[in-house]
């Protein structure tokens, strides 16, 4: 059971270049738009004043034979052309500055957010043996005959269940903070037939519903094969349908079903009779540690979605999900069909 609900690992995982990335041309862009505004303005009054400056000139000085009319479009447009060459060549040195003061503003931010990764790559990592352990010892116990109270042996049952579920956080932030050493890993992909690997993590975690009154249901649907690998494809679906036990009704159903609703892709969709999500928690449920308590609380380290998220676009696919108040939520895993 806890190889499957495991997160995976590199195809799971993303580099944090891309954010930092996007967030600096944010930031540059955002730099040039004060800038365009500022300049633009201060440009507009030049040209207005010194035309009018001109006209006035122009017009005080009629001894000098000019045709004042023509002689002022030729100045004006000469004038209109150098103040926007020149607010060209300082928009052009001002989107190399702003980049590079973009990138000087985001890297505390960069520096603060890797210490906190190798801290908890850290704790994490020398948290696993002692969780292991106190775990096997607590099991050993209760194995034996030495628990004579039942109170005793709830309590101890109790803790192996915790123990448990802090060792999958501890996994969790393990993974997640692993991003930078899988920065360059490419999975290799194969065919995988998903009726079968549905049906696998179906089998996998019935104990799971049961332990909530819930059952799972894998509905009749088209054989169907996509490229990915099959144990972090496997590990997605599992963490999916999971998710779905944890915070649907207990007594209720999860249902799993595949479909092929658009040319080219395949849809594993698993929808749950929970209490659903709210609009506003709806478009976050993918991000990295987000829990929204009041639609979806539990336990959990709130980083189960974005980790199938990763997965799935590593395989060239998307995920969504759909919800309706007091009804239950439906995520989607959208991916490539294959022959």
Known sequence: MDSVSRPFAASATGSHDDVFLRARLKLTLHYLAVIAVILALFSAALYFNVSSEVREALRRAPELGLDSDAFFDEQAGDLL?????????ILAVSAATSYAFAGLTLRPIRAALDVQERFAADAAHDLRTPLAVMRTEIEVLL?????V???TRRTLESVVEESKRLAGITEDLLLAARDQEFLNVRPSLGNVELRSLVTTVADSLRSVAESRRARIVVEDGMPARTLATEDGLR???ANVVENAIK???????VSVSIDAAELGWIYVRVRDTGAGISPENLPRIFDRFYKADNARHGAGSGLGLSIVKRTVESYGGTVSATSELGRGTTVAIRLRASS
């Open 247 to 253: 915070h649907g009704a207990d007594g209720g159903t």
């Open 149 to 151: 109270s039942p109170r």
């Open 235 to 237: 590990r997605a679906v």
């Open 81 to 89: 052309w150098t103040i926007l060459l020149a607010d060209g060549v």
């Open 143 to 147: 194995r034996g005959k030495e628990i």
